[in-house]
């Protein structure tokens, strides 16, 4: 006990505190496990952190806990490997702050589409009478060509429905020679022909398309176009057979929901990527909501703490935005916002500005920078730096910024998750 | 006097799997599959590809439910054994929903065709 007592205690490095209201967390990036501790363990570990040793966390808390409780917890947590102790103060962390550089760039090119999804976030549409300004290529080539300036290497082009360029092929090939090493587009896949898709086997473009439905009839009630997806599914088969790198969305919502398991088992067993399916966002004509799937929204609620645990991420998070952080996208008429579902989140337009007078701008700079510190019930957290954050889903649905996710069910005043049913 | 002080594991570290069906592994390329790798892949979690479909008797077709994960399809009726695929609960929030029947058969009838039908475009555009 007394060789305890003159020593310092503190958290491995590859641990961390997170405090929180009413309970705080330990995390442990080496094996993924989240440990909580109530408010005096939090004290205890806090007093610790800061540079004091046993015997002096033991006066300071003296008046509020047993010396033997505070004595015992610290052994407790030395055993479990939580705590080092040692005759020497904790050695500084060589913290290594996210770098600040844009990752990834989505370029709208075009506003048009030949399919008119019920639930799209631009409004994209069929537009042979009204002409919408739109980026001509030398202005997409500028922005192409200042986002790799920027270390940029990922960029993905979408539009409105891309293909309805002529000029995409050459947006590519400029992409390509701008060094990105990860092109992708997004498509509907109805009009890509097979030498396009050729092309982007040959150029190791990468392609995403949305999937509504593994049934016909559901997939064209959502696009409006009857023979949608038979074409969609054709331009799929293609992209398989050259081997092109293919990932389907599928997008969830009321026309859809109940046919969302067999849907990903569908494009799972053809062999493409896809993603649990993603809620429609409140953004362009999705934003009232309507076609929300209810069912699937309770599913999708977060309601225990299942997080994943990795140390880049959760330092990532301390700083910036966990989602939107080094992204941009660059709308048909030329505004940059921080996600392509944050319509109206502009932080500048690339006909008038440079896109790095954009991108490292306050506008952006105040955006990347809204971290969970910064969100109303969050910054009590303690989950806040483990969690994933994604606010054009939260402000688009209470119209606050900062609000927090309606996705999360968690009190951090009580501690507790609540239930599902409380929540609509 | 204040409470003692508590310590609880929230969350027990079992192995978090992710299985990617066939073809996958051979498709996506390796910027991807970092991606992925990065995406879904802390030290709780392992990613490898399942097998294909089978049909399997009834009693075969218990999901194997590991605490932290939920199988994504459990076991259906007609001694059609989707395969089991775990996913953590955080990017999979499979599903407890009143699903109607889903038509296994038919669903797997084209799947085997289409399937067919980009072994043979592999072969017409030479891969």
Known sequence: MLSLNNHYFFLPENKALVKGSKYSIIIDFESGRTYRVNRSASRIIELGEQGFKVEEAVEKLGSELKDSSIISFIEKLVEQGLLLLSSNPKPQGSEKPSELKLDFIWIEVTPNCNLQCIHCYTEARVNKDEQLETLSKEEIEKVIGEAAELGCRKIQFTGGEPTLRSDLKSLIEYAKVKGFELIEIFTNGTLLTEPMIKFLAEQKVNVAMSIYSYRAKTHDAITKVPGSFEKTMNSLKLLLAYGVP??????????????????????????????????????????????????YGQAFLQTKPSFIISRENYEKNKRWNSCWFGKAAVTSSGNVIPCVFARDQVVGNVKHQSLAEIILGEKMLRLWGLNRDQIEVCRDCEYRYVCEDCRPWAYGLTGNLYAKSPRCTYNPYTGEWEKKENFS | MTEEPTIELL?????????????????????????????????????????????????????????????????????????????????????????????????????????????????????
């Not at chain 2, 889903?102 to 799947?111: D, F, G, K, S, V």
């Not at chain 2, 072994?119 to 891969?127: A, T």
């Open chain 2, 11 to 127: 969350e027990p570290a079992d192995l978090y799997e992710i299985r990617l069906c066939n073809p996958i592994g051979e498709q996506i390329n390796k910027i991807i599959k970092e991606q992925i790798t990065k995406m879904i892949c802390p030290p709780n979690v392992e990613i490898s590809v399942c097998k294909p479909l089978r049909i399997c008797p009834p009693v075969q077709c218990k999901p194997i439910i590991s605490p932290p994960c939920k199988p994504m399809t459990s076991c259906i009726p007609d001694l059609l054994c989707p395969p089991v695929r775990y996913a953590p609960i955080i990017t999979w929030p499979y599903l407890p929903m009143e699903t109607p029947e889903i038509p296994w058969r038919e669903i797997i009838t084209r799947l085997d065709k289409l399937t067919a039908e980009v072994e043979e475009l592999k072969k017409k555009v030479g891969r």
């Open chain 1, 246 to 295: 293919t990932r389907c969305e599928i997008v969830a919502m009321r026309q859809n929901e109940k046919e969302l398991e067999a849907t990903s088992y569908f494009l799972y067993q053809l062999g493409v990527y896809t993603r649990p399916p993603d809620p429609i966002r409140p953004s362009g004509r999705g934003r009232n909501m309507e076609n929300w799937p209810t069912e």
